[in-house]
Structures are given as C-alpha cells and as structure tokens.
C-alpha cells in the first residue's frame, strides 16, 4: 500500500495527560483542541509523515481555575504560546503493528525530540462507506525542559507538581479522498 492522506476525527479521539499531584496522586487531564496531518500506510507507519498540533488554550483537568492557571504565563502562556507541536522525524517498528515515533516537540519556545509508543489497532469501514484507522500513542516528557517550571513547596517536604508528564493518544483518522 501507499501512503495516503487522514484526517482526525476529533468525536472518536482523545488528547490527554496526567502528572503527580503533591507528591501522592496523579492528575488528569485533555486537550479538547487539536489537528495533525498524517500521510501513512496504516499497516507500515515507517514511511509515514506526521504532524500534530494542540491549541493549548483548551486544557481541561474539571477545575477552572486550575486550568485559567494552566493557561497563565506560570505554565503555558497561550497568549504568548498558543501551541503545542509534534512533526515525527523518525518511525521505527518495533513489532507488528507497534513503533517508536520519534520527533520534535515544540512547547513554551523549546523545541526537543521526544519517543511516542504507536500502536496501530486497526482499520475498517464505518456504517456511511467511510474508511477508518484507530492508533494509541503514549509517552512521558519532563515539563522542566520546556521551561515548565512553576511549582509550589509542601510543608510536609515536596513539591505539589511532578516534573513527569504522561502523554496519552488514542485517535481515530479517516482516510481523505
């Protein structure tokens, strides 16, 4: 097969995060707001051409005012930085059906590489004749190196925010005519 053209769609996929809550709990979190660009063979990803994009401002943890403070120059600035990207450089397979993707994840001004799990779960035709892939992503970042680094001490020792982010995608694309 060649690489053909696929859309996100964003009522079948999710964008979300967790990260460690004063030092015992985790955090959870989505970004309702996001788009890529995906040029693949759903069957070989090693070829495939990736670009995603999150609008940042649409953070959502069920706390407004932590996310109004997410969305603040102490995290995100989306005034300034409204953006989140990834534009994968490399694909490895690492079994059937599962990879590495690696690529360049730009947040807050920093751009680093980043490795991202891919899974490839599949692919069919919806009710309507709509030809449809399913992926799952996960991956961890240190929020540090993009200069993340607001944070608050415990007085019980700690700190109220981890440093570890977890990344986890589950997308469903439809092929573009």
Same mark, same amino acid.
Not at 168 to 177: C, G, N, P, T
């Given at each position: 097969?060649?690489?053909?053209?696929?859309?996100?769609?964003?009522?079948?996929?999710?964008?979300?995060?967790?990260?460690?809550?004063?030092?015992f709990?985790?955090?959870?979190?989505?970004?309702?707001?996001?788009?890529a660009?995906?040029?693949?063979?759903?069957?070989?990803? %090693?070829?495939?051409?990736?670009?995603?994009?999150v609008?940042?401002?649409?953070?959502?943890t /069920?706390?407004?005012?932590?996310?109004?403070?997410l969305?603040?120059?102490?995290?995100?600035?989306?005034?300034?930085?409204?953006?989140?990207?990834?534009?994968?450089?490399?694909?490895?397979?690492?079994?059937?059906?599962?990879?590495?993707?690696?690529?360049? =994840?730009?947040l807050?001004?920093?751009?680093?590489?980043?490795t991202?799990?891919?899974?490839?779960?599949g692919?069919g035709?919806?009710p309507?004749?709509?030809?449809?892939?399913?992926?799952?992503?996960?991956g961890?970042l240190n929020?540090s190196?993009?200069g993340?680094?607001?944070?608050?001490a =415990?007085e %019980?020792?700690?700190?109220?925010?981890?440093?570890k982010?977890?990344i986890?995608?589950?997308?469903?694309?439809? /092929?573009?005519?």
């Open positions: 097969m060649t690489n053909t053209k696929w859309a996100v769609d964003p009522t079948h996929s999710s964008v979300e995060f967790s990260i460690r809550h004063m030092m709990t985790n955090v959870k979190g989505a970004f309702h707001t996001y788009d660009t995906i040029k693949a063979d759903p069957s070989d990803l %090693t070829t495939a051409d990736i670009a995603f994009s609008d940042l401002a649409s953070v959502d /069920k706390n407004e005012d932590r996310d109004n403070h969305r603040s120059a102490d995290f995100f600035d989306v005034e300034n930085k409204p953006k989140m990207t990834f534009t994968a450089t490399k694909v490895e397979k690492k079994d059937e059906g599962e990879y590495a993707v690696t690529g360049d =994840l730009s807050n001004g920093v751009t680093k590489p980043e991202f799990n891919v899974t490839f779960e692919q035709k919806d309507w004749g709509n030809e449809k892939a399913g992926f799952s992503a996960e961890t929020r190196d993009y993340l680094t607001w944070n608050s =415990l %019980t020792g700690g700190v109220l925010v981890g440093d982010v977890k986890s995608l589950e997308i469903q694309a439809a /092929k573009v005519e």
